[in-house]
C-alpha cells in the first residue's frame, strides 16, 4: 500500500480543509516528526507546499503552519489551542511543568505563567487511559486529579477546564476565560 509521510498528508489536509481540521492534522505530525514549540516546523510545511506544487489552499496552509505546535498532545487541545486564539486570549506556554518554589506541582496543558492562569483540556480520553491497570477505579481517577488541581490552587493558580461542549458553544468558553480576566 502507497502512503505518504506525516508532514506531506498534514499539508495536503490543511490545504483541502477548514482551519481547526487541518490544525488537528498538523500538530499531530509535527509531534510525530519531533517538531516542538510554536512555528517550529513551519518552514517544512511550506517546503512540502512547494515541493508538491500546491496550488489551492496554500494561503490555508501558512496559516497552519504559522499556528502549528508540535508540542500539543491531543486533537481537543489544538482545537482548544484555536478556540484560545479566536476569542483574543494571548497565545499561551504548552506543556509546562508548574512549580511551587522548587517543588514540582503538575504538568499542564496551556499556562500563563505571568498570569498565574492554567487552561486543562478535559477529554475522556483521560480519564479512561489512566483506567487500563487494574487496580484503579474511576474513583481513584477522580480523587487524583482533584487532588492535583488543588495543588495548583493552593500554588496561586487560576484554573479552567475546557471540554468538547465548550469548543462546540464558544460562548461558554468565552465565559469561563473572562472569569478568570484571560480575555476582555
Not at 498534514?10 to 499531530?28: H, Q
Not at 471540554?163 to 480575555?183: A, F, H, N, T, Y
Request: charged share 35%; proline share 5%.
Amino acid at each position: 500500500m502507497r502512503t505518504t509521510d506525516p508532514l506531506r498528508t498534514a499539508t495536503e489536509i490543511a490545504a483541502r480543509t477548514p482551519f481547526v481540521a487541518g490544525l488537528i492534522t498538523a500538530d499531530s505530525a509535527l509531534r510525530h516528526e519531533r517538531y516542538r514549540g510554536p512555528g517550529v516546523g513551519g518552514e517544512r510545511f511550506m517546503e512540502v507546499a512547494r515541493a508538491i506544487a500546491i496550488r489551492r489552499g496554500t494561503r490555508r496552509v501558512r496559516r497552519v503552519a504559522e499556528f502549528a505546535d508540535g508540542n500539543a498532545e491531543s486533537a481537543g487541545e489544538t482545537w482548544t489551542r484555536a478556540a484560545l486564539e479566536h476569542l483574543g486570549a494571548p497565545p499561551p506556554e504548552l506543556q509546562v511543568d508548574v512549580l511551587d518554589g522548587r517543588v514540582w506541582v503538575a504538568r499542564v496543558d496551556f499556562c500563563w505563567p505571568a498570569r498565574k492562569i492554567i487552561v486543562e483540556f478535559d477529554g475522556e480520553k483521560k480519564y479512561r487511559a489512566a483506567l487500563r491497570a487494574p487496580e484503579r477505579t474511576v474513583e481513584d481517577v477522580v480523587i487524583e486529579e482533584k487532588k492535583r488541581e488543588d495543588r495548583l490552587r493552593e500554588a496561586g493558580w487560576a484554573i479552567v477546564r475546557v471540554v468538547w461542549g465548550d469548543l462546540r458553544e464558544p460562548d461558554r468558553l468565552r465565559r469561563k476565560l473572562r472569569r478568570v480576566c484571560l480575555i476582555a
